[in-house]
T-cell receptor
Framework: KQEVTQIPAALSVPEGENLVLNCSFT??????LQWFRQDPGKGLTSLLL?????REQTSGRLNASLDKSSGRSTLYIAASQPGDSATYLC???????????FGKGTTLSVSS | GAGVSQSPSNKVTEKGKDVELRCDPI?????LYWYRQRLGQGLEFLIY????????KSGLPSDRFSAERTGESVSTLTIQRTQQEDSAVYLC???????????????FGPGTRLTVL
């Protein structure tokens, strides 16, 4: 059964810092891994999707990597801004590819 | 273009009542998913539709929960005889289709916040 863990649970950084959010999953037989952002009281915004055959994806200041063999993914945020403050969720597909299994998230606070 | 929409945005009901939650997926998306997020908890998968069929309903927590999809479009999640532990945000997502790769990128709606008194 797929389980997803995110570390740290919370992170506070000053504006301008580069930071890394970590995600680990127990079942390497994934179809893909998706990173989301969740703002308070709002739905989820998809940030990056990494297919199982890929090693990384980039979008603007965000870079996500995937290492299936070790069951790890990282989300790198460059030059953080106060607007990046949100909860970041990592989700890996279950073995059947019919659902996303979510971690509990990392709540990021970027101070100006 | 239009994203995933859900209604109502908020629903307050009394214990024991039935509720229906609606999801309108992105046009043309054949896959639809329901999740729930209880306060302080992570998102939990409930059910997956491919077209109008539900090949994976393994996340439904009890037989009080059911869902249907019609016209390969709108889906309704029904909770019968609601209990206080059903209080949560119910999120719907859709993706272009089955298979691997970007076809499985899921796009989420804003959710329905259900409060059972």
């Amino acid at each position: 059964k797929q389980e997803v863990t995110q570390i740290p649970a919370a992170l506070s950084v000053p504006e301008g810092e580069n930071l890394v959010l970590n995600c680990s999953f127990t079942d390497s037989a994934i179809y893909n891994l998706q990173w989301f952002r969740q703002d308070p009281g709002k739905g989820l915004t998809s940030l990056l999707l990494i297919q199982s055959s890929q090693r990384e994806q980039t979008s603007g200041r965000l870079n996500a990597s995937l290492d299936k063999s070790s069951g790890r993914s990282t989300l790198y945020i460059a030059a953080s801004q106060p607007g990046d403050s949100a909860t970041y969720l990592c989700a890996a597909t279950n073995q059947a590819g019919t659902a996303l299994i979510f971690g509990k998230g990392t709540t990021l606070s970027v101070s100006s | 273009g239009a994203g995933v929409s859900q209604s109502p945005s908020n629903k307050v009901t009394e214990k024991g009542k039935d509720v229906e939650l609606r999801c309108d997926p992105i046009s043309g998306h054949t896959a639809l998913y329901w999740y729930r997020q209880r306060l302080g908890q992570g998102l939990e998968f409930l059910i997956y539709f491919q077209g109008n069929s539900a090949p994976d309903k393994s996340g439904l927590p009890s037989d009080r929960f059911s869902a249907e999809r019609t016209g390969e479009s709108v889906s309704t999640l029904t909770i019968q005889r609601t209990q206080q532990e059903d209080s949560a945000v119910y999120l719907c997502a859709s993706s272009p289709g089955p298979g691997t790769g970007s076809y499985n990128e899921q796009f989420f709606g804003p959710g329905t916040r259900l409060t059972v008194l």
